[in-house]
């Protein structure tokens, strides 16, 4: 038996914030899924910041605050994924984006979001992951001449060692 559709597990409120933020989102070819229980829509990288900004500024999902950006190393491509809230109307949204493992860069969403700016300048110590118009890509996490980026599963620790 094969195991079930994780939209078809979403609750009824759930499964209308994901099938508005498809409607909301159809000019950027969303697929739709779901993360546990949060509904997800996946977009073209080109097209986060585009809708992103749709997100927010729309009055059903009012998706005014970013909660979280992570970025997840599949080895052969990285995914970014946008934990987006609305406080007004106590819901979710996860918005994801796939950017290639060779060359990973998409634009920012610092623009839309302020509280991007310190996550993008974690995924970029991290990962390598470039941000397109971010204004200040810094080192975070890291010092300036640290050499690689220690979250990707291909950076070598050296017999790293706790204590």
């Known amino acids: 038996m094969p195991p079930p559709d994780p939209i078809e597990l979403l609750a009824p409120a759930r499964r209308e914030i994901l099938d508005r933020a498809v409607a909301l989102l159809a000019d950027y070819s969303p697929v739709p899924g779901a993360l546990g229980d949060l509904p997800q829509v996946t977009v073209p990288a080109a097209d986060i910041v585009s809708a992103c900004v749709a997100c927010r500024d729309d009055d059903a999902l009012d998706c005014r ?12 491509r990285f995914e970014l994924v946008y934990f987006l809230q609305s406080l007004a109307r ?8 796939e950017v290639p493992y060779d060359s990973p860069a998409l634009p920012s969403v610092s623009v839309v979001w302020p509280a991007a700016d310190w996550y993008e300048r974690e995924a970029h110590d991290l990962f390598g992951v470039a941000f397109e118009d971010h204004p200040d890509l810094s080192p975070l996490l890291l010092y300036p001449e640290f050499d690689g980026y220690p979250g990707r599963r291909s950076y070598d620790f050296y017999e790293y060692r706790e204590f």
């Not at 605050?65 to 052969?76: F, G, I, P, R, S």
């Not at 106590?90 to 984006?97: A, I, N």
Request: charged fraction near 25%.
């Open 90 to 97: 106590e819901q979710s949204l996860v918005v994801k984006t």
């Open 65 to 76: 605050m970013l909660l979280c950006l992570a970025c997840v190393d599949y080895e052969e």
